[in-house]
């Protein structure tokens, strides 16, 4: 397992555009959170009692905190919310309601390539959390290792540019950190894209499509063309002469990585022997 780490963050990263969107938007029935990668933000938080969510969305994932505040901006969202789970808070990522170091912890999943600021809404995630901020997200440069760059690149060049570069959130978060790799089972239950990576025959599946995002800003003819040619491919052996050996690898190791970073405070009590 990748496991990437820094302490203190370089400080010159520059801003880029985010678009709108967001993995885990689609339908319900191809995107439940999976157990497994629930169990490495859970991990993550390090036993953390309060935990915001920053762009809760409907909840995904929320079991792995003891005590969540979710703080969602889209009305629809929060409507799709359970009525088991805690009301969400009507506030953005760059704006948020709550007192410095209010929180045991912060989380958001696969949300931060929405905000419309990624290193305020980063910065502020900090601000209110006196512990670990964790951040699930893909890496843009390991992208469009997926073997689905073969068949329609121009959906993994829109998440490539989608979400922002790791050395952005870490100079924003600040502090001391690691980037780890979240290995995705071949089972996954949450059907973003790399979920699918012994599996094709899904994403032949327009519903399994639309719910990643990314399907959504291209066009038709993209959409055409990827289900001919995959289609072709699997009907001839051809995908499985490139990328069979896929099929029975228990987790793959692509673009998706939890950010955990933690204050400066805490950075300097271990230094001088705290805890």
Do not use: K
Not at 111 to 129: P, Y
Not at 146 to 170: Q, T
Not at 178 to 192: E, N, Q, S, Y
Request: charged share 25%; aromatic share 8%; hydrophobic share 40%.
């Amino acid at each position: 397992m990748d496991v990437r780490s820094w302490d203190g963050g370089a400080r010159d990263a520059g801003p880029g555009a985010i678009g709108p969107g967001a993995i885990g938007s689609g339908p319900a029935d191809f995107r439940r959170p999976d157990p497994r990668i629930a169990r490495f933000i859970a991990d993550a938080l390090g036993g953390a009692r309060t935990v915001v969510n920053i762009g809760a969305g409907a909840g995904s994932y929320e079991s792995a905190a003891t005590a969540v505040t979710p703080v969602e901006p889209s009305r629809s969202m929060r409507d799709r919310r359970s009525a088991a789970l805690p009301r969400a808070v009507d506030a953005v990522a760059e704006d948020l309601p709550f007192a410095d170091r209010e929180f045991d912890a912060a989380m958001t999943l696969f949300s931060v390539h929405q905000w419309n600021d990624v290193e305020a809404g980063l910065r502020e995630m900090r601000r209110v959390t006196r512990g670990p901020a964790v951040v699930l997200t893909c890496d843009p440069g390991r992208v469009r290792d997926f073997w689905l760059y073969a068949y329609a690149p121009e959906v993994l060049d829109i998440e490539a540019r989608r979400h922002p570069p790791l050395e952005r959130m870490a100079a924003a978060l600040g502090g001391a950190g690691t980037v780890r790799t979240v290995p995705i089972p071949l089972d996954c239950t949450d059907g973003f894209n790399e979920a699918y990576y012994g599996r094709p025959e899904m994403l032949l599946d327009p519903a399994a499509r639309q719910a990643c995002s990314a399907w959504s800003f291209v066009d038709d003819g993209v959409r055409e063309r990827f289900t001919t040619r995959l289609r072709a491919d699997l009907d001839s052996g051809a995908w499985d002469e490139r990328f069979g050996h896929l099929r029975s690898r228990p987790f793959y190791e692509g673009s998706l990585v939890i950010v955990r970073a933690i204050p400066e405070h805490l950075t300097e009590e271990h230094h001088d022997g705290g805890t």
